[in-house]
């Protein structure tokens, strides 16, 4: 699948629906991401492995967290990171930078 997402209203995908995303995503240490934010899903995520920072919080592998919408992220992974990440509902082009 395209990204580590599997489950969601893009193509391809293992399971296709709009209510729902869920994603298997690896993050290198010291990869850094652009501050952004979803204006209609909520994230849930939860760190199966590494340590990382978001914001201002140091997360560690078992640590579950959720992204509000219009919530600000700013993820930074301090180790390698494997993350089960589920956006609701599906919308893949509901990501926008902060500027």
């Known amino acids: 699948m395209q990204g580590g997402w599997f489950v ?11 209510k729902f995303e869920v994603g298997y995503k690896i993050h290198k240490k010291g ?3 652009p501050k952004h934010y979803h204006r209609k899903a909520i994230e849930i995520n939860c760190l199966v492995k590494g340590k990382m920072r978001l914001n201002q919080t140091t997360l560690k592998e078992g640590d579950i967290f959720v992204i509000e919408p219009g919530e600000a992220a ?6 390698e990171c494997c993350l089960i990440v589920i956006k609701v509902p599906s919308r893949p082009k509901d990501k926008y930078a902060v500027v």
């Open 8 to 18: 969601g209203d893009f193509q391809p995908t293992a399971f296709k629906t709009k």
């Open 31 to 33: 990869e850094l991401w």
């Open 74 to 79: 700013r993820p930074k992974f301090l180790e």
